[in-house]
């Protein structure tokens, strides 16, 4: 494969990674300003916070080995196609360890209505990774891309497919 014939080194990661975390942001800090009395569930809030900071370590961890373990940019100047350590249990480390991470700050927040957040930011990075990263790995990996993915998923690491 040519060198010049890769990925954009970012691709589109800061627009997913930062739409993520300005959309959390902006959701918490409206339902402080209208001091809304959505429910909580008072009973689990220890709970929530502990699952929300287990779920933003994680995230971290799904993000800095995408990074510097699996040596993502490194790879993507390469044009190698990572499939092995994280990238064996979810396609997209870095995306998914931002979401993990926005669902771990709403789940401290524990606010019930917040819950709607990883949602729209789950659809938000799939809807852009279909229209654009996806496009371009089946482009330029071809079938090596496409047998990858139906083994691992796309966001979600704990749900592997069948192999």
Same mark, same amino acid.
């Given at each position: 494969m040519n060198k010049k014939n890769h990925l954009p080194l970012y691709g589109v990661g800061p627009i997913i /990674? =930062?739409?993520q975390f300005v959309f959390t942001a902006i959701s918490i800090i409206l339902t402080c300003i209208f001091d809304a009395k959505f429910p909580t569930i008072n009973v %689990?809030? &220890?709970? %929530? *916070?502990? /699952?929300g900071i287990l779920l933003i370590? #994680?995230?971290l961890y799904l993000d800095l080995s995408a990074k510097l373990k699996s040596k993502l940019f490194k790879s993507v100047e390469?044009? *190698?196609?990572i499939t092995d350590g /994280? =990238?064996?249990i979810v396609r997209n480390p870095v995306y998914s360890g931002a979401l993990l991470a926005c669902t771990g700050v709403v789940l401290i927040a524990n606010n019930l209505i917040l819950l709607i957040v990883p949602v729209i930011c789950? $659809? =938000?990075m799939t809807i #852009?990774? &279909? *229209?654009t990263e996806e496009k371009w790995l089946?482009? $330029?990996?071809r079938q090596e891309y496409i047998s990858y993915c139906k083994k691992v998923n796309r966001c979600i690491p704990w749900f592997l497919k069948k192999k």
């Open positions: /990674v =930062y739409g %689990f809030n &220890i709970l %929530f *916070k502990i /699952v370590a #994680f995230g390469d044009n *190698k196609l /994280v =990238y064996g789950w $659809l =938000y #852009f990774l &279909i *229209k089946k482009e $330029l990996y």
